[in-house]
């Protein structure tokens, strides 16, 4: 059974950083894309950046600029790089890898991370 553990959320001021990092645990194979997510209060998930296996990054325009996703396929670790954090940024973030195996298609989830920036 896969699990995908993140770890890096903290509290920071704002204009500070952080670094985000999840790691599979178990063997992924087929991986099609690694995202990070993530849900404020009384707000809906949304897509904060992805990383497809063509390695053509995607982000969301609130964070263009700003954050950085990059993924090591082989340690199946996916990493969010977060500067010039504003208090909106402020939500749990959560990592995403979705592909397709022998078994078929997957779609697995962190358990998620707090990040919480102070103005």
């Known amino acids: 059974q896969v699990q995908l553990v993140e770890s890096g959320g903290g509290l920071v001021q704002a204009g500070g950083s952080l670094r985000l990092s999840c790691a599979a645990s178990?063997?992924?194979?087929?991986?099609?894309?690694m995202a990070w997510y993530r849900q404020a209060p009384g707000k809906q998930r949304e897509l904060v950046a992805v990383?497809?296996?063509?390695?053509?990054?995607g982000y969301a325009d609130s964070v263009k600029g700003r954050f950085t996703i990059s993924g090591d396929n082989a340690k199946n670790t996916v990493y969010l790089q977060m500067n010039s954090l504003k208090p909106e940024d402020t939500a749990v973030y959560y990592c995403?890898?979705?592909?397709?195996?022998?078994?078929?298609?997957?779609?697995?989830w962190g358990q998620g991370t707090q990040v919480t920036v102070s103005s």
């Open positions: 995403n890898i979705d592909g397709r195996s022998e078994s078929g298609y997957y779609n697995h």
């Open positions: 178990g063997s992924i194979r087929g991986i099609m894309h």
């Open positions: 990383i497809p296996s063509d390695g053509v990054t």
